[in-house]
């Protein structure tokens, strides 16, 4: 046993290695219900790193706020990159891990080791015109999320004035999808196919293995379009600024942007407006203040949609926590969990409009998400529509009893059912919005529209009455 000195005095290090300490598994029924519970137990038992199984593979869990900031911040003690895995090096984890083909698919958030520097910078250049509020792509992107938001709004009031809505469903998860679909400048509605393939992925049904295939093959076709006729959208912007990189690789980074942006964001659509409209006085104060990103800061504090970072791994024996954590041992921060470590927790005042921004949910250090600010700007843009289309919105199921899905990486909400009072007055763009011509260019031809599989799929939630 080691030692070292911790805010409380010396504190004992346990040096047992990770395979011998047989952990109990992390993803079980509390978790899916109680994620909270589950954390503060694993906190009372280990401290602020413990041991977890994730599905049959051990790993370290970090539940610390100032120990995923360590992990984080420190990208040589802690790299990414699949090949620094020793158990997998020593073919310790089976082939048939369900996380395993989340994690081979080897994109920005995953890759580590000499090729991810040219990869990052290229990603910075190529999103830098989505997310520099002065660059006309910007503005533009801007215009079309307005535009879409506006298009499932009201098609949600087809279904009347007033009504019950699933604002998951119809709005959140969809919206995001259509402005990716804008982002990788997928024709007219051709991409809406890759859109519902996407969603198919996300739910982990038993075709999301067929649409998983489906959707590569998609993203490759898109990739050699763009290749052979560039445009003003990211893939060619990506190829422009990394000319080295391989259709395939390609393709894997577009379906990283397609699947992290759409359900990240759905969620925090999701989670900000409920947020919103629950009752809790500061976030509502936020909002009535054109503070949407603070109110989303709020919400991100409390339910991050992004519960666990891809793993890191030791580069060499290193203390964390109570327990030393050998070299090639993965480590999952989890910033749901250091969210609620109470020496961040408890700082964050509850009853003021200002709080701090030293949230998690984009990571932190030099690997922070590259499209945070994308992402904000796509969620805070849509909540924002939300409110200035709808009279009123309301829960129709009390908060505690809103059905959340959880996977070992995302928390969100199966549905969000709302009761809904459409504005009365005339629809307006917002006062820093688009030109109606504008808007109009993003959109896609009304037939085309009608005839995509997700508006026909939209159009059956409200034939359905659901």
């Not at 549905?415 to 820093?432: T, W």
């Given at each position: 046993m080691d030692s070292q000195w911790g805010d409380g005095g010396s504190v004992d290090l346990d040096d047992t290695r990770l395979e011998a300490l047989s952990p109990q598994p992390l993803l079980t029924r509390d978790y899916e219900t109680r994620p909270a519970l589950v954390y503060e137990r694993l906190r009372q038992q280990?401290?602020?790193?413990?041991?977890?199984?994730?599905?049959?593979?051990?790993?370290?869990?970090?539940?610390?706020?100032?120990?995923?900031?360590?992990?984080?911040?420190?990208?040589?003690?802690?790299?990414?990159?699949?090949?620094?895995?020793?158990?997998?090096?020593?073919?310790?984890?089976?082939?048939d891990w369900p996380l395993g083909p989340s994690l081979e698919?080897?994109?920005?958030?995953?890759?580590?080791?000499?090729?991810?520097?040219?990869?990052?910078?290229?990603?910075?250049?190529?999103?830098?015109?989505?997310?520099d509020p002065r660059h006309p792509q910007a503005k533009r992107l801007k215009a079309a999320v307005t535009a879409y938001a506006d298009e499932l709004i009201t098609l949600v009031g087809q279904g009347g004035k007033t009504g019950v809505a699933d604002l998951s469903a119809q709005f959140s998860r969809p919206l995001p999808l259509m402005v990716a679909s804008h982002l990788l400048g997928f024709p007219g509605s051709q991409g809406d196919d890759a859109l519902m393939d996407m969603w198919r992925v996300l739910d982990a049904g038993p075709d999301a293995e067929a649409a998983l295939e489906r959707l590569l093959a998609t993203l490759a076709e898109l990739a050699a379009t763009k290749l052979e006729k560039p445009g003003d959208d990211f893939p060619s912007y990506l190829l422009a600024a990394h000319p080295d990189l391989s259709l395939d690789h390609l393709a894997r980074e577009l379906f990283m942007l397609l699947g992290m942006t759409s359900d990240h964001v759905g969620i925090l659509i999701s989670n900000t407006v409920v947020e919103v409209i629950s009752g809790e006085g500061s976030v509502r104060a936020s909002l009535s203040a054109g503070m949407v990103r603070e109110a989303m800061n709020r919400s991100v504090m409390r339910k991050p949609p992004l519960v666990n970072f891809v793993p890191r791994f030791a580069a060499e024996d290193t203390p964390l926590g109570n327990y030393t954590i050998r070299a090639g041992d993965p480590v999952w921060v989890s910033?749901?969990?250091?969210?609620?470590?109470?020496?961040?927790?408890?700082?964050?005042?509850?009853g003021t409009t200002i709080s701090t921004r030293a949230h998690l949910s984009w990571g932190a250090?030099?690997?922070?998400?590259?499209?945070?600010?994308?992402?904000?700007?796509?969620?805070?843009?849509?909540?924002?529509?939300?409110?200035?289309?709808?009279?009123?919105?309301?829960?129709?199921?009390?908060a505690d009893q809103l059905p959340w899905r959880s996977s070992p990486f995302m928390r969100g909400l199966r549905?969000?059912?709302?009761?809904?009072?459409?504005?009365?007055?005339?629809?307006?763009?917002?006062?820093?919005g688009p030109a109606p011509e504008v808007a109009e260019e993003v959109l896609p031809d009304r037939s085309a529209r009608q005839r995509s599989s997700l508006w026909r799929y939209l159009t059956g939630l409200i034939r359905g009455g659901r």
């Open positions: 280990h401290g602020p790193v413990a041991p977890v199984d994730l599905l049959g593979v051990p790993a370290w869990l970090v539940l610390g706020y100032r120990e995923s900031l360590q992990v984080l911040q420190d990208n040589d003690g802690f790299p990414k990159g699949l090949e620094n895995w020793r158990a997998r090096s020593e073919g310790r984890v089976p082939a698919v080897n994109h920005i958030l995953i890759q580590g080791g000499s090729g991810y520097p040219p990869l990052r910078t290229a990603w910075d250049v190529a999103l830098k015109p989505f997310q910033s749901a969990a250091a969210h609620a470590d109470p020496l961040f927790a408890d700082h964050v005042a509850s250090g030099p690997r922070q998400c590259p499209a945070r600010e994308l992402a904000s700007t796509v969620a805070a843009a849509g909540v924002g529509r939300l409110f200035e289309r709808f009279d009123h919105l309301g829960l129709a199921l009390p549905s969000l059912p709302v009761r809904y009072e459409l504005s009365a007055a005339p629809v307006r763009p917002p006062a820093d």
